[in-house]
């Protein structure tokens, strides 16, 4: 069983930056895929970012180049630093632990964090 705890969200100016943190205890999320999704009032949970054991980061096409997924295993923690953020970033953001299944569907994602806040205005 893993736990997972997100911080770091907030209020934000669009074009501003933030950086989201997910904790995870109970064992190691070395060797687990790590992934980032996010839902907006009224709409479906959207994947943003995973990030594998040895590294490798895919991220949606809508934050591309914006958004960085990194992780430091000596503390068991993944983060996600945001910049450029617009106001359709609004939602609420989860990390989740994949075991096994695809990167892009949250269903195959087997432990979530309650998410954290953000909320980005113009």
């Known amino acids: 069983q893993v736990q997972l705890v997100e911080s770091g969200g907030g209020l934000v100016q669009a074009g501003g930056s933030l950086r989201l943190s997910c904790a995870a205890s109970?064992?190691?999320?070395?060797?687990?895929?790590m992934g980032w999704f996010r839902q907006a009032p009224g709409k479906e949970r959207e994947f943003v970012s995973v990030?594998?054991?040895?590294?490798?980061?895919y991220y949606a096409d809508s934050v591309k180049g914006r958004f960085t997924i990194s992780r430091d295993n000596a503390k068991n923690t993944v983060y996600l630093q945001m910049n450029g953020l617009k106001t359709e970033a609004t939602a609420v953001y989860c990390c989740?632990?994949?075991?096994?299944?695809?990167?892009?569907?949250?269903?195959?994602?087997?432990?979530w964090g309650p998410g954290t806040h953000v909320t980005v205005y113009s």
């Open positions: 989740a632990v994949l075991k096994s299944g695809t990167l892009y569907y949250p269903q195959d994602y087997d432990y």
């Open positions: 109970g064992r190691t999320i070395s060797g687990y895929r």
């Open positions: 990030i594998n054991s040895s590294g490798r980061t």
